[in-house]
């Protein structure tokens, strides 16, 4: 069935660097994206949402892209540091549904000092 | 910033026995979903609901699983019969509104261990 999925399973960056996470979805009736952090015991915290008719949103230090022709997401973190550690997750809706989620796989961002 | 809580935070039990996860959305929210995290792999849809009411749910929600609003604060999942392949981390979340683009609010999870 069509899903959401990630490219890397970890990243691995020095603090203070910029990280890039990348999602691929397949869904084309998607209009809704999500990233969510994923810290060690804890629930999916929201990070950042984008809609279909935006290419690009920013928030604090943190920016998601959406190329819609290419079905790709990317979540873009400035200035890591140690606290960013943890698994991210995008994840897809539908604006027009019931508040129904679609994750992708997760990637694991791991912060160097 | 208001919290959905969720008890136990670790849940064991046999297979073949029922369990209830519990969970305590946020109070002004309408909305409330279940969803699971098998080790390792993705976070998984399982129910919303609204209005006492089931709106969607997912083909993993078979017959073994029920959800209930038993007052005005809790939310419950429960299992009838375990299975092994139920082990996993089980999230309650909730939004104010149930269409999509809502914000979901998690809570910290139940790690359900089925022996």
């Known amino acids: 069935g069509e899903s959401v999925g990630l490219h890397l399973p970890t990243l691995s960056v020095q603090e203070g660097d910029n990280s890039i996470i990348n999602c691929a979805y397949s869904?084309?009736?998607?209009?809704?994206f999500i990233w969510y952090k994923q810290e060690s015991g804890k629930g999916p915290q929201f990070i950042i949402d984008?809609?279909?008719?935006?290419d690009k949103r920013q928030g604090q230090r943190v920016t998601v892209l959406l190329n819609k022709t290419v079905k790709h997401l990317s979540l873009q973190i400035a200035a890591t540091q140690p606290g960013d550690s943890a698994v991210y997750f995008c994840?897809?809706?539908?604006?027009?549904?019931?508040?129904?989620?679609?994750f992708g796989a997760g990637t694991r961002l791991a912060v160097h000092p | 910033e208001p919290e959905v809580t969720q008890t136990p935070s670790h849940q064991v039990t046999q297979m073949g026995q029922e369990v209830i996860l519990r969970c305590v959305p946020i109070?002004?929210?309408?909305?409330f979903y279940w969803y699971r995290q098998i080790l390792g792999q993705k976070v998984e849809f399982l129910v919303s609901?609204?209005?006492?009411?089931?709106?969607?749910k997912s083909e993993i929600f078979d017959d073994q699983f029920s959800v209930e609003r038993p007052d005005g604060s809790n939310f419950t999942l429960k299992i009838r019969s375990t299975k092994l392949e139920d082990s996993a981390m089980y999230f309650c979340?909730?939004?104010?509104?149930?269409?999509?683009?809502?914000?979901?609010?998690f809570g910290s999870g139940t790690q359900l261990s089925v022996l």
């Open positions: 869904n084309s009736a998607s209009d809704y």
């Open positions: 109070s002004n929210h309408l909305y």
């Open positions: 979340a909730s939004s104010v509104r149930g269409s999509g683009g809502e914000k979901l609010f």
């Open positions: 994840a897809e809706g539908s604006e027009g549904g019931y508040n129904k989620l679609i």
């Open positions: 609901f609204y209005n006492n009411e089931i709106s969607e």
């Open positions: 984008i809609r279909s008719n935006m």
